[in-house]
């Protein structure tokens, strides 16, 4: 890079920081440009719930595959394959010319994303010693922080300034400067024996995961005992019974379920399963009070909740330092109480509430949010080799969709269709039961197990 040295660990970590930002503002941006989308495609509110649905269904078909195609394929190869899709997608969803030509480009934007997160997470992780988890966590926790809140602010602008056609434009120049930059300055990783691809994991894992997340998204506008919830629910259940069953007895799994036997490994993805749920549950619910009851449009809203991703932000280079000095198990569980407290302090926000009041509470659950993700991402892979990243990678961030899905579904299931603000107070309330599980998996880590992470470099 000319006179300037750059660490190879950082070009990894550009580059992921990129393709994650534009895969995590994917999931928000689009929600304000529905009603939109309706109105100049004429489509059902049915209809356009696919747009949203079919991109979460295609990331969980291609996820859990993602570790083996990286393993066998080379992680530079399969991480800039997963960019170029995404970024055609996203330029075929700006053209789309009707809602069924636009949910389709959303599937195929989903098979990017589905493998750009994890195989970047497997790549960020190789890159970085064990001594440096922390910090890479503390990149990580970069876009994490900034996407999903700035999604609406941006797509709200966007649609109102300009054209929902550009809240995918938006995608290109990132994704074609970011693929540039992979194909001249990362190297190729492949391991020696991924093992022949497991097509019955593939399709069990893809199958199950799909069907459970449609029902997931389905089950708070159709009710729980719907027919297509109940089915789909089931169905998807016990395509990932056969999945846990085939994974244990395949000696080359896809998905290698026994890194769940790692007692680090498994209490930091139980915990992060509960980060996450709480992240993604209130960024759908606080948008939906302060636009439906306060009356906010969706530009103020964003504004509103933006102060979460300046905490998290602000704390991320406290976080790394801290990390090798408190532990992973004291800091998570000290991450949780201040997230579950600020989900208790939403119980007291009313009509007539200051908005200044509630972004001192996103900006406090932002600081909250750093400490955790900093710590659960550096100790779930303390104790894993480097052999094992990309399958270890891959479980995680199925974790964390799943996790994601999960509390929007719960809290969205609660809210139900009172317009009210003890209905918004009550599915406050049932994020708090999230944060206090999170507690209780947050002290079954050992700080022990993660030595390798809490040991300084020099």
Known sequence: MGGLKVSYKWLVAIAFVAGLFMDLMDVTIVNVALPTLGRDFGASTNTLEWVVTGYLISLAIWIPASGWISDRFGSKKTFAFALAVFTIGSALCGLAWSDSSLIAFRLLQGVGGGMMTPVGTAMLFRAFPPAERARASAVVTVPTAIAPALGPV????????????????????????????????????????PGKFDVWGFFSAGGGLALVLYA??????????????????????????????????????????????????????????????????????????????????????????????????????????????????????????????????????????????????MFLRGISMSFAIVAAQAAAFASIRSEETGRASALFNTNRQVAASIGVAVLATVLGEHNSVTA????????????LVGIVFALGIHDEDAAASIRRST
């Open 154 to 193: 941006l797509g709200g602008w966007l649609v109102d300034n300009a054209s929902w056609r550009w809240i995918f434009y938006v995608n290109l120049p990132v994704g074609l400067a970011t693929l540039v930059f992979v194909l001249l300055f990362l190297r190729e990783h492949k391991e020696p024996d």
């Open 216 to 361: 997931l998204s389905q089950a708070p506008a159709h009710g729980w005992t719907s027919t297509a919830v109940v089915v789909s629910g089931l169905l998807g259940i016990v395509l990932i019974g056969l999945l846990v069953v085939l994974e244990l007895w395949r000696p080359d799994p896809m998905l290698r379920l026994r890194l769940f036997g790692d007692r680090m490994f498994r209490y930091a993805n139980l915990s992060m399963f509960m980060v996450y749920a709480l992240l993604l549950g209130v960024l759908f619910l606080l948008p939906l009070f302060l636009q439906e009851l306060r009356g906010l449009s969706a530009l103020k809203s964003g504004l509103t909740t933006f102060p979460q991703a300046l905490g998290m932000l602000l704390m991320v280079p406290v976080t790394g330092r801290l990390y090798p000095r408190v532990g992973p198990r004291r800091m998570l569980v000290i991450a949780l109480v201040g997230i579950t407290i600020t989900s208790a302090l939403f119980l007291m926000v009313g009509l007539e509430t200051s908005l200044w009041w509630i972004r001192a509470i």
């Open 424 to 435: 918004f107070h009550h599915a406050f309330a049932a994020s708090i039961v999230f944060g």
